[in-house]
């Protein structure tokens, strides 16, 4: 495990393995697992587990026996570490000298930059977004916009967002990989909601995890995903959304 590339660091949460796969949709690279006194990780390529491995002072897992393992688990304690497609390569050329891939005798998925897949992947994505600098200076109302969620104390970071598509964002973000994980939240969210109609309509989801809270809140025709500190005072937090929803 110390010898995987090092990656980008996106976050860490708690989370079944399940529910890794179901939201990593646009997601490459490697997801850290700390569990009991030991450590693994699991490669995975746009929500398909490629490679994992467990290792414990008593018992070191490989391939599916690792993959099995991490399933019985009802919560994971990991982080996700984004790729870049040369990384990605290395990883998956170690993981093949430790016998650690799921599937050895299966093709390797073709890694790379171009984005000709049906589903554009996190790394072209973000790839063209820096080459267009999309986010880099908004229109002047959605500088304000994005200038008041940021004086709020606690909060470190904003996103607005429409159909899977970052339309701005400030702060310390990677706006793509972010704007792709809240799309996912929130299609699950609606999912629940639509099988409990009389729960009302969508007012916002927030996400608890180690290192602070995500926020995610309907904003006219489209969505702000708001990162915040831990010790961040919610109900100002709700009232500053609120004001934002009223002035659509």
Known sequence: MDKLPEGTA???????????????????????????????????????????????????????????????????DFGLWRYEPDEMREALALAAETQTLL????????????????RRSLVSETVEGNKENSHDAPPEPESKLLGVVLQQPGVTAVARFADGLCISSAGDIDADYTVAFAEDLLRWSLSLHSAVPASGAFVQMTLFYRGGNVIVAPYGD????????????????????RELQSGV
């Open 10 to 76: 996106i976050g860490e949460m708690q989370a079944p393995l399940r529910w890794i796969f179901s939201h990593t949709a646009r997601f490459i690279g490697a997801v850290r697992i700390t569990m009991q006194d030991g450590e693994g990780f699991v490669l995975v390529h746009k929500g398909e587990p490629l490679a994992a491995q467990f290792r414990h002072p008593l018992k070191s897992l490989s391939g599916p026996s690792a993959l099995k393992y991490f399933s019985s688990q009802p919560i994971l």
């Open 222 to 241: 489209e969505y702000l995903c708001i990162f915040t500190t831990p010790e961040v005072q919610f109900g100002q937090i709700r009232r500053m959304i």
């Open 103 to 118: 599937h050895p005798d299966r093709e390797i998925p073709v890694i790379d930059a171009s984005g000709k897949d049906d």
